[in-house]
């Protein structure tokens, strides 16, 4: 399918990629700043780590991209953020921008082979599930800068042993999250968030007061809000306001911006704010013979060249799993925070806490976002997650939704063989949209 690059010199879409490549500037500034660096590599947390006055990083942003070196020589970021990029000055920049775009997605892949290598190298055991090693070979090489790690305890297995492996070179504080909503299991929630509210107090010397978390609160809900925007414009696909390939590159960036915001939650917020303004205006691209595909699940990692295929095949790929995990569900901020930000995070796990509750929680958004197939992401070593795929395929033919599934172990592992399976399951999509 081909590339509209127009639609890449939207400044606000611009900045936040931008952004993306600035880890180790922010890590730099943060460090002036005196504001501790704190790992996360799951979506929960920024907001608690902002209020105490450090700085959440997402590991996997803190790589080295030949893009840093494409800023520098045309000095696109100071155009974009001192300049109104339209005209023939958006023309003239138009092959730096498509350059700066395009290599989102792929020095993010390239990175992702890097730190699977690594933790080859750091012998983290090869059979855990993928994300576990991408977080293991990213996180390590960082022990010296970060200096907390945000650990909390899911329905996974593999990612309790990652933060058990990792706080022998990195302090880990351990947040577990019950599976029940029960009253008792509130109260233990309370309990563990208290104990890491007094972690973070401890790292920065500043208290987190209502107020100020209340503060990043607001901003992180509207975050989530135009993130809910941006896949519920799939809802009306003759309205779209990106071709697919674009859509399919900012899918990818909120999902990675998503886990700490990019390290600035009030720019990010003002900038994806200017960028839903724009989304909104350009609402005229028609999806009409494009299927949409929603791929699940995706938390614990995917074949990254997905989208490309994808895109090749005239598709559009949706991963929203923060959607259907309940995390982009609004926080209340009336009362007292802590106590709301509880609420929040059993709610959340409530979600995705048993295999059937999960099931029904992709079906049902593959219904309202009008999806035309599904693809099951069968994670080799997922002990969680995968084993769902029986309940699912018994489920989904109920709902007469084409589905197809493809294992996924290492990067790049049997593309070919996913390339072929894809190609037939799109011609079979194809013939009943």
Request: proline share 5%.
């Amino acid at each position: 399918m081909s590339i509209d690059t127009e639609e890449f010199l939207i400044p606000s879409f611009l900045n936040l990629n931008l952004k993306f490549f600035s880890a180790q500037k922010q890590i730099r500034k943060f460090r002036r700043h005196k504001r501790p660096l704190v790992g996360t590599i799951l979506p929960i947390g920024a907001e608690l780590v902002f209020a105490a006055g450090a700085s959440p990083i997402f590991p996997l942003r803190i790589g080295k991209f030949e893009a840093e070196k494409l800023l520098r020589g045309t000095r696109l970021a100071k155009n974009i953020l001192g300049a109104t990029l339209v005209g023939t000055g958006a023309r003239l920049l138009q092959p730096q921008a498509e350059n700066i775009i395009n290599q989102f997605l792929n020095e993010y892949n390239k990175n992702l082979c890097n730190f699977e290598s690594k933790s080859d190298e750091f012998k983290y055991p090869p059979e855990v599930c993928f994300a576990t090693r991408i977080a293991y070979g990213s996180s390590l090489p960082h022990r010296d800068q970060i200096k907390l790690f945000l650990a909390w305890g899911t329905r996974c297995g593999w990612f309790s042993q990652f933060f058990q492996t990792l706080n022998n070179s990195i302090p880990v504080i351990f947040t577990d999250i019950p599976k029940s909503t029960a009253p008792h299991a509130r109260e233990y929630m309370l309990e563990e968030l208290q104990q890491l509210v007094t972690h973070l107090e401890k790292l920065t010397g500043n208290k987190i007061t209502d107020e100020g978390l209340r503060e990043k609160i607001i901003l992180a809900n509207n975050i989530r809000a135009n993130y809910r925007k941006v896949l519920y414009y799939l809802k009306t696909p003759e309205k779209m306001p990106l071709s697919p390939y674009a859509y399919m590159q900012l899918i990818a960036l909120l999902n990675i911006s998503f886990i700490d915001f990019l390290s600035a939650i009030k720019y990010f917020n003002k900038q994806f704010l200017k960028l839903i303004k724009d989304l909104d205006s350009r609402r005229k691209i028609d999806y009409e013979g494009v299927p949409k595909i929603m791929l699940v699940p995706v938390f614990s990692g995917s074949e990254p060249d997905l989208p490309q295929i994808m895109n090749e095949l005239g598709g559009c790929l949706i991963q929203a799993d923060n959607l259907a995990y309940g995390m982009l569900d609004p926080i209340k901020t009336e009362g007292d925070m802590i106590h709301n930000y509880c609420d929040y995070l059993v709610k959340m796990h409530e979600c995705w806490s048993a295999n059937k509750i999960l099931v029904k929680s992709w079906l049902d958004l593959a219904n309202e976002l009008r999806v035309d197939g599904i693809i099951f992401n069968k994670l080799i070593g997922c002990t969680s997650i995968t084993p769902s795929y029986r309940l699912f395929k018994d489920r989904v033919r109920d709902t007469g939704i084409p589905f197809i599934d493809v294992d996924f172990n290492r990067i790049g592992e049997n593309l070919a063989q996913i390339k072929n399976k894809l190609t037939s399951f799109m011609e079979i999509v194809k013939k009943e949209i």
